[in-house]
């Protein structure tokens, strides 16, 4: 038995999500008494491979094959279970990202494993059983599920889990599968938006602007919160669908999931489609006119008032910190 992490990277970088990963991965195995390999799939420098044993991973496959530089849905889930067969682990643990969630059940049918996708603490071991805690409902609800199958992929849910750095290296092995062109039937092209700000699905605090915000030309101020307290910047589906906001900011339902520690919500009502995408943040803030918006039920801390005299007095006050 042992235990394999996909190492999820961004243009040749390991993301924070992906460190959380591998920390979860590696109690998983200290409860299990075994061993942790991580898989890394495109180009990743030496150096950043090596990080990964920083977190505990005693073993790292590195496939840097060209053509697996972009993410495809089919091919990477087939080489992580090509990778899991080798190594005789019987569980995956990967990040509950965008591409997680589309590899997670794949992998799971290569391997005729049970998923536990979204989990949020580790799994309980106890009398024969393997349950493990995960957000349910698109996130409007917790659940326990016990994994029955011998072979088992959980995928983390981003913040979850505390980051953990266990000082140790890892022994770097280039791996090569065998790639099949049917795996190649969609091609995903990568658009990479060349930014500085905090990207959004790893932010650890949002600032999020809804209709309430009456146009783009008031989103400076959005911006400026979000500078100030080293945040990244969202938005609700109607702000995206009218053009003031570019879609990737949507959160909710229909869009990005996120779980900040720290998630502002500066005039948005709060319906159910939009906390869907945010309810597994640590606290939320709440910034609206309305008292009874029915975002102040959710919210750890409430301030009714108007966004255009809040927000710059909030902006002011941080600054001063
Ligand atoms: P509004 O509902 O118009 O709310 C604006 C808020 O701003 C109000 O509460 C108001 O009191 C406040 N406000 C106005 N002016 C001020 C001011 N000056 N100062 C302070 N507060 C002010 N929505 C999402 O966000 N994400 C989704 O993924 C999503 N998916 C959906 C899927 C489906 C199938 C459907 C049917 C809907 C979906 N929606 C989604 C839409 C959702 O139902 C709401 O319509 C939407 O979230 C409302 O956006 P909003 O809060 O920005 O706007």
């Keep these: 038995m042992s235990v394999?992490?996909?190492?999820?990277?961004?243009?040749?970088?390991?993301?924070?999500?992906?460190?959380?990963?591998?920390?979860?991965?590696?109690?998983?195995?200290?409860?299990?008494n075994t061993?942790?390999?991580?898989?890394?799939?495109?180009?990743?420098?030496?150096d950043q491979l090596a990080v990964l044993g920083n977190y505990g991973a005693e073993k790292v496959l590195n496939v840097s094959s060209g053509k697996?530089?972009?993410?495809?849905?089919?091919?990477?889930?087939?080489v992580i279970a090509e990778a899991a067969k080798a190594e005789g682990a019987d569980i995956v643990v990967l990040s509950n990202s965008f591409s997680g969630r589309g590899l997670a059940p794949r992998i799971g049918?290569?391997?005729?494993?049970?998923?536990?996708?979204?989990?949020?603490?580790?799994?309980?071991?106890?009398?024969?059983?393997?349950?493990?805690?995960?957000?349910?409902?698109?996130?409007?609800a917790f659940a326990v599920v016990e994994l029955t199958s011998a072979n088992k992929v959980i995928s983390l849910t981003p913040n979850a889990?505390?980051?953990?750095e266990t000082g140790g290296t890892a022994q770097i092995e280039n791996f090569e599968p065998e790639v099949k062109s049917t795996d190649f039937k969609a091609i995903i092209k990568d658009i990479v938006r060349s930014t500085d700000k905090v990207s959004l699905p790893d932010a650890e605090i949002v600032v999020s602007g809804g209709r309430g915000m009456k146009g783009p030309?008031?989103?400076?101020?959005?911006?400026?919160?979000?500078?100030?307290?080293g945040a990244a910047t969202a938005c609700s589906k109607p702000v995206s669908d009218a053009g003031w906001r570019p879609h990737?900011?949507?959160?909710?339902?229909?869009?990005?999931?996120?779980?900040?520690?720290?998630y502002i919500a500066v005039g948005i009502s709060g319906a159910i489609q939009h906390l869907a995408g945010i309810s597994s943040s640590k606290v939320i803030v709440v910034i609206n006119k309305d008292a009874e918006a029915p975002f102040f039920k959710v919210?750890?801390?409430g301030i009714v008032g108007d966004v255009f005299e809040v927000l710059p007095q909030l902006i002011a006050a941080v600054k001063e910190l």
Excluded at 13 to 18: A, D, N
Excluded at 217 to 229: K, S
């Design 161 to 164: 889990y505390k980051l953990v």
């Design 299 to 301: 919210a750890d801390y």
């Design 4 to 32: 394999l992490i996909y190492a999820e990277n961004a243009n040749g970088k390991f993301k924070k999500s992906t460190f959380e990963a591998v920390s979860y991965a590696k109690a998983i195995a200290q409860q299990n």
């Design 35 to 46: 061993t942790l390999t991580a898989i890394s799939i495109g180009n990743v420098a030496e």
């Design 248 to 262: 990737s900011e949507h959160v909710g339902q229909t869009g990005i999931a996120v779980s900040p520690n720290l």
């Design 109 to 140: 049918i290569k391997l005729q494993a049970a998923v536990a996708d979204g989990a949020t603490a580790l799994p309980e071991q106890a009398d024969g059983k393997f349950t493990v805690k995960k957000t349910a409902f698109s996130g409007k």
């Design 68 to 78: 697996l530089t972009n993410f495809v849905n089919q091919a990477y889930a087939a």
């Design 217 to 229: 030309e008031n989103w400076a101020l959005i911006e400026e919160l979000a500078d100030v307290l």
